[in-house]
Every structure is written in C-alpha cells, then in structure tokens.
C-alpha cells in the first residue's frame, strides 16, 4: 500500500478560512452604488405681460400718455398676464423712467428712490394671477399742485424675485407712463462738446471725411426729437459738403451722444464746420409752443499731405529729368568737340605729311 498523497483536514480547513476572509476583504472594498433618487419635477417656466388696460383687459396700447392740469388725478388700468402653468404672485411698483443710451425705455432699479414721475403714480403692492389668466388692476394717477409744467416719464412694472445662490435676482416687466403736466411748453436741444476731425486717405485722388461729435442734450421740459444738418465748407465757402446727425428721442434733462461723417472733403486749409438742431415735440405738440433751434461751430484745420507729397515727388522727378537730359547733353557736346578737334589734328598730320 502506497502513502496518502492529502493533506491533513486540519491544514485544509485554515486554507478554506484565509479563502474566505479574502473574498469577504474584496466585497467590503467594493463600494455599492446606491439606488438612483428619485427626480423632482422640474418647475415650470413664469412667462408674463404687463400692458395698458380698460376695465375689460388690455385695450391695445403700447404705453400711456397723459396731459394732466397740476392737482388732477385720473384713474388707469393695466392688465397682467400670466402665461405658465402656474400660479403666481406679481410684485406692482411704479418708479422713474428714463431712456438708456441706445434709445430704450427703462425705470429706476429698485433700490433707487423716485423723485418724479414714478411718485404720481399709486398701485397696490401685489397681485396674485392663476395660469393662465390675466389679471386688471387699478391704478392711480395724481399730480402735484405744483407740478412744473412739462413731460414727466415714469413706468410700472410686476415683477417677481428668484434666488439663485445667495443672490436674489429681481426679473420685472413694464411699460411707459408718460405724464404731462399743462403749462408752457419749451423744445429745446443743446449742442455741447462739438469737436470735428479731418480722416484723410493716402490716395491723392481721394476726399477725405470729416467726423463730427456733439452731446445732445434737451434744456426744455418736453421729451423731443431733433432734426441734425452738418454743413462743412473751406475758405470762402469752397466746396461746401453736407449731411445729417439727426437726434433720436431724449426727455427734459436727457442727453444722447451723436456722430456724423460728412464724405467728399477735400483739405483746404481751414474748414468751418457748423451743426443746427431744430427740436420737434414727440407726441402731440402743444399749441403755444416754444420751439428754440440751436446752432454751433468748430474749425478744423487740414493739410493737403497726399497732394503736396505728390507734387514733390513730380518735382522730384521732373528735376531728375531735367539734370540727366543736362549731363546727357553736356555729354554728347563735350563728345563732339572732342571729335571735332581729333578730325582737326588729323587733317594737320596729313597735310604735313604730304
């Protein structure tokens, strides 16, 4: 009988426990991915509208616009409306308005007191409008007793306030409310700042530019647009160029910047420019009126450099010309006379000779 090749049951065992204990490391080490949460409904999109109202709803107007006695109060309406799927709780705030430097209507940030027309102007502080639907609320116009006669802009807005951090982000949506109070009207736009500069191209055969800058700005009590004309002429009224810089819509205090380029310009030396304004009341304008038209003028000096660089290169060449022709010329004499004399010498020697 041969010897058992096994080994001992003891020995096996142990084997079999450390083979375990490995298995068991490896699972423990493996992380176990945990069951996916469930995803929160994603809350829907708040889309609304504020616009001019009668008591039935909007009524067509894009903004409100009112010539009022000084101590006359007058009711309006706007309309809200609420496009989402939700419901919603709409801030209403009045304030000033203003237009940006492209021409866009806007009102003072809410952290900005109103000291003009948005004070007029009293609306109740929310409005709650379910999906869906629109909402007319009531508000209230009142002019003060003193009220300076003139335009006085302001606008209302709903708005609604999200977090996004720790940031709160105001998001509103308005229109105008433009209140005139009677009184004398005065259109007026001054021209400050009026510079004028010469673009001159390296083309001698070219005109060159003139660019022409001003500042805007509406010393009346009405908004208003102007009508711009830029004259541009040389000495003694030579080759006079023109062109517009008219001015978009400002309100009373308002400026706007306004640049013109007058093409076809030749540099003569000093060139007069000169800028009228002549103001037009936006809106319906007022009987009695005060329409001031306003000038102002700037010199601008030039010089003809791609011309006269021209000339001198002519010069340049054309006295080349004329000194090589001169050496040239200087040249075939001083050859002639030299075979001249040699024809001379020769007819000597040869008579000697004979």
């Known amino acids: 009988m041969g010897a058992a090749s096994g080994r001992p049951p003891s020995e096996e065992l142990a084997m079999i426990r450390n083979l375990l204990a490995v298995l068991a490391a490896v699972l423990i080490a493996v992380p176990i991915a945990p069951a996916p949460a469930a995803a929160e409904p994603a809350k829907p999109t708040l889309t609304w509208s504020v616009q001019p109202a009668d008591e039935q709803g909007p009524d067509g107007r894009r903004w409100i616009e009112l010539a009022l006695d000084p101590g006359q109060s007058v009711t309006?309406?706007?309309?809200?409306?609420?496009?989402?799927?939700?419901?919603?709780?709409?801030?209403?705030?009045?304030?000033?308005?203003?237009?940006?430097?492209?021409?866009?209507?806007?009102?003072?940030?809410?952290?900005?007191?109103?000291?003009?027309?948005?004070?007029?102007?009293?609306?109740?502080?929310?409005?709650?409008?379910?999906?869906?639907?629109?909402?007319?609320?009531?508000?209230?116009?009142?002019?003060?007793?003193?009220?300076?006669?003139?335009?006085?802009?302001?606008?209302?807005?709903?708005?609604?306030?999200?977090?996004?951090?720790?940031?709160?982000?105001?998001?509103?949506?308005?229109?105008?409310?433009?209140?005139?109070?009677?009184?004398?009207?005065?259109?007026?736009?001054?021209?400050?700042?009026?510079?004028a500069t010469y673009e001159q191209p390296w083309n001698p055969f070219s005109s060159g530019t003139v660019v022409v800058r001003y500042t805007a700005t509406n010393k009346g009590n009405v908004g208003v647009t102007g009508a711009g004309q830029v004259t541009v002429s040389g000495l003694g009224g030579l080759a006079e160029q023109g062109g517009r810089a008219d001015v978009e819509e400002i309100y009373p205090g308002g400026d706007r910047e306004i640049e013109a380029r007058i093409g076809g310009v030749w540099a003569l030396g000093p060139l007069s420019t000169s800028v009228t304004v002549?103001?037009?009341?936006?809106?319906?304008?007022?009987?009695?009126?005060?329409?001031?038209?306003?000038?102002?003028d700037v010199t601008v000096w030039t010089l003809p450099w791609p011309q006269l660089a021209l000339i001198a290169v002519l010069g340049l060449l054309y006295f080349s010309f004329r000194t090589v022709t001169r050496l040239r010329?200087?040249?075939?004499?001083?050859?002639?006379?030299?075979?001249?004399?040699?024809?001379?010498?020769?007819?000597?020697?040869?008579?000697?000779?004979?």
Do not use: C
């Not at 002549?278 to 000038?295: F, H, K, L, N, V």
């Not at 200087?330 to 002639?336: E, G, K, S, W």
């Open 329 to 354: 010329r200087r040249r075939l004499a001083a050859l002639l006379a030299r075979a001249r004399d040699e024809g001379r010498a020769e007819a000597r020697t040869g008579h000697s000779t004979t």
């Open 76 to 195: 309006e309406h706007l309309a809200v409306r609420n496009f989402s799927d939700g419901a919603a709780v709409f801030t209403l705030k009045a304030a000033d308005g203003y237009l940006t430097d492209k021409g866009r209507f806007n009102m003072l940030q809410s952290d900005r007191a109103s000291v003009d027309g948005g004070t007029w102007i009293t609306v109740q502080n929310e409005v709650a409008v379910g999906p869906k639907e629109t909402k007319v609320v009531p508000f209230t116009i009142s002019v003060p007793e003193d009220a300076t006669p003139g335009d006085h802009p302001a606008g209302i807005a709903a708005s609604v306030t999200s977090t996004r951090g720790t940031v709160a982000v105001e998001s509103r949506v308005g229109f105008r409310v433009v209140m005139r109070a009677k009184g004398v009207m005065k259109a007026s736009v001054a021209v400050d700042g009026l510079t």
């Open 278 to 296: 002549s103001p037009s009341i936006q809106a319906a304008s007022p009987s009695g009126a005060m329409i001031e038209r306003t000038s102002a």
